[in-house]
């Protein structure tokens, strides 16, 4: 299961980050900055997943942090940190399910917008 991954962007650094911003925006996330410079990313409702847990549907609450960087040549890196763990208190097995397949989607969402755009140059998952 993967817990981060990371997108190598070429061209303005703005450029290639607002690729990435647009995705999290069409996901429906929401970013908040943390005091560290990385960004929190978040959609649902935690109230009602802790109630409802996988059965909360569109309001099933999902985080991520994504980190925005420069690699040696220059480069836009843009690592996106699975939340694990999380969804499985929140959601059991089902949850837990859920989350992994979001991921998966919100990482390929990622690297079509950065082809698409023309920025795209490598990702790698650990």
């Not at 303005?12 to 410079?37: F, Q, S």
């Not at 959609?43 to 109630?51: C, E, I, V, W």
């Not at 999902?62 to 208190?89: K, V």
């Amino acid at each position: 299961m993967a817990a981060s991954t990371t997108f190598v962007l070429s061209g303005d650094p703005a450029a290639a980050r607002a690729v990435v911003d647009g995705v999290v925006a069409e996901r429906g996330y929401t970013g908040e900055l943390t005091p560290n410079g990385t960004v929190k990313v978040s959609r649902g409702s935690l109230p009602k997943t802790l109630l409802l847990g996988a059965l909360a549907g569109k309001n099933f609450h999902l985080t991520y942090l994504l980190d925005y960087g420069t690699d040696a040549a220059g480069n836009t890196t843009a690592t996106l940190h699975r939340e694990l763990g999380g969804s499985a208190l929140k959601g059991g097995a089902i949850g837990a399910s859920k989350a992994a397949e979001e991921y998966q989607a919100f990482v390929d969402a990622i690297g079509h917008a950065a082809s698409q755009s023309g920025a795209y140059i490598s990702h790698s998952t650990v």
